[in-house]
C-alpha cells in the first residue's frame, strides 16, 4: 500500500527536544497508517506591559512569526530524517494549543504531543493542554513520554465500556501496525459496601466475581481478535487497582492504551485518579481514545 492522502497524522510543537521526539514517533505513525503527517505550532502573542509603538511592536512580531516558521521547519527536517517519503507539511495557526489541537483534531487520524514543552505547549502532561485535548479531541491522542522503544507489547485497558471497545480496536491496530503482540489488562476491585445492610464483601464469593470479570475481558477482546489474527493476545486479569496494573504493564510496552472515560474500576479515566497516575508514571507512550476515525474518515 502507497502512503496515500486523507486524515493526517497531527503532531504539536513547539521547538522543544520533547516535540522533537513526539515529531519522530508521529512521523512512524504516519509511515505505517499510510498517512500524511502535519505540522503544527499554536501561536499566542505574548502579554506585555510594556508600551509598544507600530515600529517596535512590528519588529517584535516578525522574530516571533519567524521563531515559530522556525520551529515548524525544524520538525519537518527532523520528520524527513525519519523517513523523507512521508508527505509532510507545517503550518502555524494563531490561537491557544487548547483550541488549535482540538480544531486540528477533527480532521485528524492521531494528535501526536510531547509530554513536557515550551510557550504554548509547557507543562503538557500535567496541565491543562493535555487533559482538555484527551477529553475533547475528536481522534485518538498520543502522548510521547518515557523512552519510545522498538520491543515490547502494546498494552489496553479493557473495563467493558463504550470507549474501552474503541481503545481495544485502535490497540490491535497499533499491536497489527507494529508486529507485535498485544496485552489486554482488565482490573477489578473488592465491592464496596455502600449503605447500612448492603452486602458485606467478606459475604461475597471473590471467585465468582473473577469469573464474572474474565467474561468481560474475554468478551471485550473476542471480536477484534478475529479480526486481526496476526495479533497475539495475552489476557491479565488483575485483583486490584486498575492505575497500578496499567502502570506497571507500561514498564515493558512499546505503547500503553487507554479509552478517555471507563466506567466500574475503569470509571473516570482519564479526569479522575487513574489517568493521572498513568499520565505521570506511564513508562512508554500512552494512546487515549475518546474517537477513532474511519478509513472514510468519520
Not at 58 to 68: N, T
Not at 151 to 162: A, I, K, T, W
Not at 206 to 227: D, I, K, P, Q
Request: aromatic share 4%; glycine share 10%; with cysteine.
Amino acid at each position: 500500500m502507497t502512503i496515500n492522502t486523507g486524515a493526517p497524522v497531527v503532531v504539536g510543537v513547539d521547538g522543544s527536544d520533547s516535540a522533537l521526539e513526539a515529531v519522530r514517533v508521529a512521523a512512524r505513525e504516519a509511515e505505517h497508517r499510510h498517512r500524511p503527517l502535519r505540522v503544527v505550532h499554536a501561536f499566542s502573542w505574548p502579554l506585555t506591559a510594556a508600551e509598544l509603538g507600530p515600529a517596535p511592536f512590528a519588529a517584535q512580531a516578525e522574530g516571533l512569526r519567524g521563531e515559530a516558521e522556525q520551529f515548524v521547519s525544524q520538525a519537518l527536517a527532523e520528520a524527513r530524517k525519519v523517513n523523507p517519503e512521508v508527505p509532510a507539511s507545517g503550518v502555524v495557526v494563531d490561537g491557544s494549543a487548547t483550541r488549535v489541537l482540538l480544531d486540528e483534531s477533527r480532521d485528524a487520524a492521531l494528535v501526536v504531543l510531547g509530554h513536557r514543552g515550551l510557550g504554548g505547549f509547557a507543562d503538557l502532561l500535567i496541565g491543562s493542554v493535555t487533559v482538555q485535548v484527551s477529553a475533547r479531541a475528536e481522534c485518538p491522542v498520543l502522548v510521547v513520554r518515557g523512552e519510545p522503544r522498538a520491543d515490547g507489547p502494546v498494552v489496553v485497558g479493557v473495563d467493558g465500556s463504550e470507549l474501552s471497545t474503541e481503545a481495544v480496536g485502535f490497540a490491535f491496530e497499533e499491536a497489527s501496525h507494529r508486529g507485535t503482540s498485544l496485552v489486554a489488562v482488565h482490573a477489578w476491585m473488592n465491592p464496596v459496601v455502600l449503605f447500612p445492610g448492603d452486602v458485606s464483601p467478606l459475604m461475597v464469593d471473590l471467585s465468582t466475581f473473577a469469573e464474572e470479570e474474565e467474561r468481560v475481558l474475554a468478551e471485550s477482546v473476542a471480536g477484534h481478535a478475529e479480526r486481526y489474527p496476526d495479533v497475539s493476545v495475552r489476557h491479565e486479569l488483575v485483583h486490584g487497582s486498575p492505575a497500578q496494573a496499567l502502570v506497571e504493564q507500561s514498564r515493558g510496552a512499546q505503547l500503553v492504551v487507554v479509552g478517555a472515560h471507563g466506567r466500574g474500576a475503569l470509571g473516570g479515566l482519564l479526569l479522575g485518579s487513574v489517568s493521572h497516575t498513568v499520565l505521570h508514571h506511564a513508562h512508554s507512550p500512552l494512546a487515549i481514545v475518546r474517537h477513532v476515525r474511519t478509513a472514510d474518515g468519520s
